[in-house]
């Protein structure tokens, strides 16, 4: 469950303008939307979970505009339904950061904490990113398991410790070892064009889920 430590943010600061293109998208709907979160996007959950999982980048009108992950569009429904059905989350989730959603044993963030255009970040921006997601690691110091998203946030994680892409290849409902004993689960990415399409239903997203009770420390 959420703890105190759990507010910790391993996010840029909201002015950051390192990756000018991100930035530059970012002004260009602030304007229209003063409402929006707009800007790099906080985890969500415990620090000291059992699991992480990591998806690519903030959707526009998803994460950008609530300031959660996985919060507001598509993907979320089908994340956060797949974690109730397996009591890594309870609560209803309501499309905002405040309906009271809690995880439990699990910390949710992206490869870039900012959203894209078209939701595609290019290779110089996930590069930018990810000493945000490598300080995050070092503090999850009961960390097991790393859930990816994706293949993105697959060789995110990868490149995070230096391992070779190829000694370790994407595919959907795989569990890899890590040398330093982490596990590496790597999902197709929950998006609506892999639901609509049929690349990814909803009974594989479950099964694949499946795999994270195993790794759940025994702490309340």
Known sequence: MDSPSSQLEFIAPKTCRK???LADFIDSH???HPDWHSGPVPSFGPIDASILILGLAPGLRG???TGRPFTGDFAGKVLYDA???IGLASGDYAAHAKDGLVLHHVRIANAVRCVPPQNKPV???ISMCRPYLSDEIAAMTGLRAIFVL???????VLRHFGLKL?????????AQELPNGLWL?????????NVQTGRLTTQMFDKVCQRLKSFIQNSP
């Open 19 to 21: 990756c000018t293109r």
């Open 83 to 85: 974690l109730g059905k």
């Open 166 to 174: 190829t000694d370790y290849p994407f595919a959907h409902d795989q």
């Open 123 to 125: 290779a110089a921006e």
């Open 30 to 32: 602030r304007a229209a």
């Open 63 to 65: 994460a950008n505009a």
């Open 185 to 193: 689960i790597s999902s197709y990415h929950c998006s609506r064009y």
């Open 150 to 156: 994706g293949r993105i946030a697959h060789e995110t």
